[in-house]
């Protein structure tokens, strides 16, 4: 005996509403939106330059390869937390912070047109902990 029979008109809607559900969750292709406008406040510490993630350890910044520390925090332009592995291969102009004691990359914010065209200190410069004599003159 068949005490709830169902109808063909409940199944359709039974299956439109699961497939509506199953696209809402699935999830998008990882991109980056633009900035909703928001003033964003930086460090002074925070410098400039280029980040490229190459895995969710390691990233090239300013072409120059550098470990991601453990706690690293990638911010859109929306101040919203971006996954590493969601971004592996693209490349970002960003203002970041590392970490002294390790060198790790440990913060970066992805920057809108905007914030990148204010100016900010690089680090394209290269510093030593050593002085040789051509170094003084």
Same mark, same amino acid.
């Given at each position: 005996?068949?005490?709830?029979?169902?109808?063909?008109?409940?199944?359709?809607?039974?299956?439109?509403?699961?497939?509506?559900?199953?696209?809402?969750?699935?999830? $998008?292709? &990882? @991109?980056?939106?633009?900035?909703?406008?928001?003033? %964003?406040?930086? !460090?002074?510490?925070? *410098?400039?330059?280029?980040?490229?993630?190459? $895995?969710? &350890? @390691?990233?090239?910044?300013?072409?120059?390869?550098? %470990?991601?520390? !453990?706690?690293?925090? *990638?911010?859109?332009?929306?101040?919203?937390?971006?996954? &590493?592995?969601?971004?592996?291969?693209?490349?970002?102009?960003?203002?970041?912070?590392?970490?002294?004691?390790?060198?790790?990359?440990?913060?970066?914010?992805?920057?809108?047109?905007?914030?990148?065209?204010?100016?900010?200190?690089?680090?394209?410069?290269?510093?030593?902990?050593?002085?040789?004599?051509?170094?003084?003159?």
């Amino acid at each position: 005996m068949n005490r709830c029979p169902t109808t063909s008109f409940t199944r359709t809607l039974l299956a439109g509403c699961a497939a509506v559900l199953l696209w809402t969750a699935l999830p $998008t292709a &990882a @991109q980056v939106q633009p900035g909703l406008g928001v003033t %964003r406040n930086f !460090p002074p510490s925070a *410098l400039r330059g280029v980040l490229t993630i190459d $895995t969710v &350890a @390691q990233a090239t910044l300013n072409n120059r390869p550098i %470990r991601l520390a !453990p706690g690293m925090r *990638l911010f859109s332009p929306q101040n919203t937390l971006v996954m &590493a592995h969601s971004v592996i291969g693209q490349t970002f102009k960003v203002n970041y912070v590392i970490e002294n004691s390790t060198g790790m990359l440990l913060t970066a914010w992805i920057l809108t047109e905007k914030e990148a065209a204010q100016p900010r200190k690089g680090s394209d410069a290269v510093h030593f902990n050593f002085r040789t004599e051509s170094a003084n003159k």
